[in-house]
Each structure stands twice: as structure tokens, then as C-alpha cells.
């Protein structure tokens, strides 16, 4: 059956986004989790998912998985300006 979503390039771009993105410390662990979906399911679209949820998650928060506590993951707050509504 053809993969008219084309899922593993769009895994193998998200694989390639955590080596890009992510400093070397993060990308290890977000792989190694990436790695543990792969084995234990075999949704790609999931994994893909997840992935660009930890990219987007770590950018986020401006800091290392690694320094970040529990309350940095939990509320991530925005670290610029406030804006008006």
C-alpha cells in the first residue's frame, strides 16, 4: 500500500530538525526517546508528533531539558514582552 502522507521522510525530517535545532545534550535524549516510540509502536505519524512537541517545547522554555525543573516544564511561560489583547 502506498504512503500518500509520506511518514518516514516526514520522520526522517523530524529526526533531522533534532540534530539541527537542539543543542548535543537534548537532541541525545530526544532521540533516544524517538528511539524507544520506534521500537515499542509502530505509529510514525505519532512519533513524529512527539518529536516536533519536544523541539517546539525546549525552544519554548529557552533552556536545557537538563536544567529545567519540574515548574519549567509544567508552566512554560513566555519570556519576551507581554502583548496588549
Known sequence: ???I???K???S???ERVNINLDRS???DVLR???YMRDNTNVIHWNTRCITALIN???FMRKSYKDANKENI???RYHGEPQEL
Open 26 to 28: 537534548d537532541s541525545v
Open 5 to 7: 502522507y509520506n511518514r
Open 13 to 15: 525530517d523530524g529526526i
Open 57 to 59: 517545547m525546549r525552544n
Open 1 to 3: 500500500m502506498r504512503d
Open 33 to 35: 526517546f524517538a528511539q
Open 9 to 11: 521522510k516526514k520522520l
Open 74 to 76: 509544567r508552566t512554560p
